[in-house]
């Protein structure tokens, strides 16, 4: 149920993306995309994993020095 919900969200999003190109090529289209949701993401995880990585980690499926860089990357950590 929630993964359609997301993917709803998602094709809803993207729809009004392309409405507002108004006929113009999109570009770096992939990138934008996870870098909207990415952030996002990272930070509800974070909030519900009350800040634990190595939990946070497990939830999202990655290990936890890809986590650390993502959350580096997004300056939500001090290096």
């Known amino acids: 149920m929630s993964q359609n919900l997301i993917e709803d969200c998602v094709r809803r999003t993207l729809d009004q993306y392309f409405r507002d190109l108004h006929g ?22 974070m909030v519900r994993a009350e800040g634990n990585q190595s939990l946070a980690a497990q939830w999202l ?8 860089r993502k959350l580096l990357e997004h300056g939500m950590t001090q290096g």
């Open 61 to 68: 499926g990655i290990n936890r020095n890809t986590l650390r």
């Open 24 to 45: 113009e090529d999109p570009s770096g289209l992939h990138d934008l995309l996870v870098k909207s949701v990415e952030r996002p993401l990272l930070e509800q995880v």
